[in-house]
């Protein structure tokens, strides 16, 4: 052998040991997901079933604690918005979501679904963007498959027995416009 392929030979053999060495078996676990500091934990719910929507029959971890369990009614009007730390549009509504939570109170609950994204950066980001309301992460994009959406963001807004009333489908530019859209689908006067 001349020492090119002598030379690639030992090369294919290093990198198939080191492949073979460090594979997802010896990998070690994925630590439990804790809670972001910033982000409050999902609210209690009732145990009163939701009302038939096209939302998945899911319960998804909160990324400050707790769950947000789509099979039961949130018991208020609630905003779901779901997001994405990978998507642009989204990076530019979700200082307009925290400020409905802000303005909302107790009027309106307001929840975000990280969708389709990584732990670590949909909790990066959510800390970056100053976010404080409650987040569910939905890494598989359950909800998101289940509501027919191909794209973020999207906001349902659902009223207190769980039935979504509308869904937006892309951002929403101003705080105003995110009050017309719950005064008109919500019934809720902000």
């Given at each position: 052998?001349?020492?090119?392929?002598?030379?690639?030979?030992?090369?294919?053999?290093?990198?198939?040991?080191?492949?073979?060495?460090?594979?997802?078996?010896?990998?070690?676990?994925?630590?439990?997901?804790?809670?972001?500091?910033?982000?409050?934990?999902?609210?209690?719910?009732?145990?009163?079933?939701?009302?038939?929507?096209?939302?998945?029959?899911?319960?998804?971890?909160?990324?400050?604690?707790?769950?947000?369990?789509?099979?039961?009614?949130?018991?208020?009007?609630?905003?779901?918005?779901?997001?994405?730390?990978?998507?642009?549009?989204?990076?530019?509504?979700?200082?307009l979501v925290q400020e409905l939570a802000d303005v909302?109170?107790?009027?309106?609950?307001?929840?975000?679904?990280?969708?389709?994204?990584?732990?670590?950066?949909?909790?990066?980001?959510?800390?970056?963007?100053?976010?404080?309301?409650?987040?569910?992460?939905?890494?598989?994009?359950?909800?998101?498959?289940?509501?027919?959406?191909?794209?973020?963001?999207?906001?349902?807004?659902?009223?207190?027995?769980?039935?979504?009333?509308?869904?937006?489908?892309?951002?929403?530019?101003?705080?105003?416009?995110?009050?017309?859209?719950?005064?008109?689908?919500?019934g809720v006067q902000l």
């Amino acid at each position: 052998m001349s020492r090119g392929p002598r030379a690639l030979a030992a090369a294919l053999a290093v990198g198939l040991a080191l492949l073979t060495a460090c594979g997802s078996d010896d990998a070690p676990a994925d630590p439990p997901a804790q809670p972001v500091a910033a982000l409050a934990p999902c609210p209690e719910q009732p145990d009163t079933p939701a009302a038939d929507s096209d939302l998945p029959a899911v319960s998804l971890d909160c990324l400050g604690g707790g769950t947000l369990d789509l099979t039961r009614a949130p018991g208020v009007p609630t905003v779901l918005n779901l997001w994405a730390s990978w998507c642009g549009p989204c990076r530019e509504e979700l200082p307009l979501v925290q400020e409905l939570a802000d303005v909302a109170g107790d009027q309106v609950r307001v929840v975000g679904v990280a969708s389709k994204d990584g732990m670590p950066q949909a909790t990066s980001f959510a800390a970056d963007a100053g976010i404080t309301f409650p987040g569910a992460f939905d890494g598989d994009g359950a909800v998101m498959t289940a509501m027919r959406l191909v794209g973020l963001p999207a906001t349902a807004f659902l009223a207190a027995d769980g039935s979504v009333a509308f869904v937006q489908v892309g951002p929403v530019r101003s705080i105003e416009e995110f009050e017309e859209l719950v005064a008109t689908h919500l019934g809720v006067q902000l």
